[in-house]
């Protein structure tokens, strides 16, 4: 049998062939489709219409829906998008749908007032793998993009339209052309003054937005098993910045460890590359020598390192999306934020309703704050950050209602992972992605900054993002 990768293993495994190749067409079975609230009422209608008015969808434990875009807004369509996906819940009997049950009517909605006591999850991304959805070897279809981000546990997991998904949700299959993959070997471990945001910006600013079109994109390395399970999310979930069908990670400990945890389903199967795997394309980059970098407008590819852009003026900070919302992001910015105010303003939103109540309970050191000690979330507020309740948020604009969207013709520095024009609004703004770190360096001096400035030593995460 020829040596595969993982991803062609997880693709012959689910098409029931003992081996495939890059290019070849095969019909696969689905493990779990995801949609939220601005691509699912779309896929409701053309299941509707393709399946028929009375049509149950292939298994209904295995479509999870999380409303996480368009939450925090009194634009109605936003509202009646969230109740064309109650209806469809309740029809089918879909087990598992997070509601945010406090939007109700007309207005703006009033936020959950407890992290811990609502349905509602915040960013499907970061919820997926929180509430159990994500396993080694499986199949994940996603209505978004950065569905990929799954791929850091180790599974296929990419991003499909309304009419692909529509067809999963009637059959449990899908057609896909197994991907070539490329080879992303990171030498050394992490140093304290940069994270998987940095390194995902050196990959698409070398290959480009397109260098990856449709190919898997495998980080390996040393440098990648020394990062927490939630930076190898970072990585996975920009392959798609650079084009990539999909990312992967190796499955280690860490990765374990937290799906044993998690997961619904009790047993799954770990792939790995053959020795003998071939690879379209390798690159190899040494951790010692790279600094931190910044996208600068108007495209993830257009690289910079932050210390070549410090005569840059910014007038907003951004902490939160799939990308850049986690836990350990959050103590990565409140480690440099601590006993210091920021310049200009800074918008901070919670990954998902999980994160925001770490965000309360931990400390700096991602352990369980003592009665004396400032949990994240209030270094966070001292330093005079704006923050608002876990979601998509000013990430993809919105309606001009949205918490953090630019608005005019800001200059914000984020960590998000697009920039082209409006992506984050107005038009007219200008966004510059950059790692947590360099975010909150930047936030404090209020223009471009190299987080070396202020990162002393190692900062330590704990056990957050961990179980």
Not at 56 to 61: A, E
Not at 101 to 113: H, L, N, R
């Amino acid at each position: 049998m020829p040596a595969m990768t993982m991803t062609e293993k997880i693709m012959a495994k689910h098409a029931g062939k003992a081996s495939v190749a890059p290019g070849d067409n095969i019909w696969v079975d689905v493990d779990v489709l995801m949609t939220h609230d601005v691509c699912g009422p779309g896929t409701i209608g053309i299941f509707h219409e393709k399946f028929g008015r009375q049509a149950k969808v292939w298994d209904k434990d295995r479509v999870v829906i999380i409303p996480d875009h368009y939450i925090f807004t009194a634009d109605e369509k936003c509202h009646r998008n969230i109740q064309i996906l109650r209806d469809f819940v309740r029809e089918q009997g879909i087990k598992f749908y997070y509601d945010p049950e406090f939007v109700q009517g007309s207005g703006m909605p009033s936020p959950y007032k407890d992290p811990t006591k609502t349905h509602y999850k915040g960013v499907c991304h970061k919820a997926l793998p929180e509430e159990g959805h994500v396993r080694p070897g499986e199949i994940m279809l996603g209505t978004d993009s950065h569905t990929c981000t799954a791929g850091a546990f180790g599974q296929f997991a990419t991003g499909v339209g309304n009419t692909d998904a529509a067809f999963t949700l009637g059959t449990g299959k899908t057609w896909l052309k197994v991907p070539p993959t490329m080879k992303f070997t990171f030498h050394g471990k992490i140093p304290a003054y940069l994270t998987a945001k940095d390194l995902i910006l050196a990959v698409i600013g070398d290959i480009s937005v397109s260098g990856a079109t449709y190919q898997t994109m495998y980080f390996a390395g040393e440098g990648i098993a020394s990062l927490t399970l939630e930076d190898r999310m970072t990585l996975t979930n920009m392959a798609i910045e650079a084009g990539g069908k999909n990312g992967v990670c190796n499955v280690d400990e860490k990765t374990l460890q937290y799906v044993r945890a998690r997961s619904h389903v009790k047993t799954w199967d770990v792939f790995k590359d053959d020795a003998g795997a071939k690879y379209s394309r390798q690159l190899e980059y040494d951790l010692a020598t790279m600094e931190p970098l910044v996208a600068k407008p108007h495209s993830p590819d257009n690289k910079a390192t932050a210390r070549s852009c410090q005569d840059v003026k910014v007038d907003r900070a951004y902490l939160g999306s799939c990308t850049g919302g986690k836990i350990t992001d959050m103590i990565m910015a409140a480690n440099i934020l601590q006993g210091h105010k920021v310049r200009i303003k800074t918008f901070v939103v919670p990954g998902s309703t999980e994160v925001h109540a770490d965000m309360k309970r931990l400390n700096l050191r991602g352990a369980v704050k003592s009665p004396n000690e400032k949990s994240i979330e209030e270094v966070l507020q001292d330093a005079g950050c704006l923050q608002g309740p876990s979601g998509c948020s000013a990430c993809l604009g919105g309606p001009a209602d949205t918490f953090g969207r630019l608005n005019g013709n800001e200059v914000c520095i984020s960590t998000t992972n697009r920039n082209f024009p409006g992506r984050m609004g107005s038009m007219s703004s200008a966004v510059f992605l950059a790692s947590p770190l360099t975010v909150a360096a930047s936030a404090l001096t209020g223009h471009v900054t190299d987080p070396r400035e202020f990162v002393r030593s190692p900062i330590e995460t704990g056990l957050a993002g961990v179980q």
